[in-house]
């Protein structure tokens, strides 16, 4: 296959790998997506670029790469977003290496996350709970749940945050949006539930390699 040499140029944004979509956040994803539908258990591949438009080629690359399945593919003017799957989780790291061949990169030239938000709201009161549930596509806000809501850039991490989250305690995925300039994640459930996960999603944003979205490629 013969690549245009634009591919060198594609900026890479987000790159992770889900070793095991959880059952909310599967369930999530084929609630939003459009393409092939997840199921829990199986591996995922997230894939974020600039300019957008070249997500095209990259889906193509992955697919015709290895046995996965896509199901999202997001073209914004600025930003593109790719997620496949499949049962193997060494289907999907093929996927997911092959594009990072086109384009010329490797996993730590990605764009390490950055956390822009990461507030608690205690004791939802139900008109509030209201407000938010009108909007989501996931699980529901209730009355007296302790709310998280995190922003981070790039956005496809907010996936990974959400999918770290329910690994971690017992929550409700309420919405996550993990495309455009910035992604967000609400997750509801008891205080202390919530809590924990808060902590371990941070902990595991600040654990991802890469480089910072000021730095220009070497």
Known sequence: MIMSD???????RTYVFLDSLQLQMASY?????????????????????????????????????????????????AFGMLEV????????????????????RTEDER???????SQLIKNVEDHHAQLINRTRMGMML??????????????GYAYYAANEAEKAAN???????GFGKFGRVYIGGPEAEVLECKSIVEKRLAEVTGRSSKEDYK
């Open 111 to 117: 764009i390490k996350p950055r956390i822009l938000t």
């Open 142 to 155: 209730l009355r007296g749940d302790t709310l998280f809501v995190l922003e981070v850039e790039p956005a």
């Open 85 to 104: 799957h499949s049962d193997s989780q060494g289907d999907t790291r093929t996927a997911g290496e092959s594009v990072l061949k086109a384009i010329q």
């Open 6 to 12: 634009s591919k060198a140029h594609i900026d890479l």
């Open 171 to 177: 929550i409700k995925i309420i919405d996550v949006t």
């Open 29 to 77: 994803l084929s609630t939003v997506s459009r393409g092939y539908l997840p199921v829990g258990g199986q591996a995922c591949c997230i894939i974020e670029i600039a300019p957008g438009i070249e997500i095209n080629t990259l889906t193509d690359v992955a697919l015709k790469a290895t046995n996965v399945r896509p199901g999202m593919q997001v073209v914004e003017r």
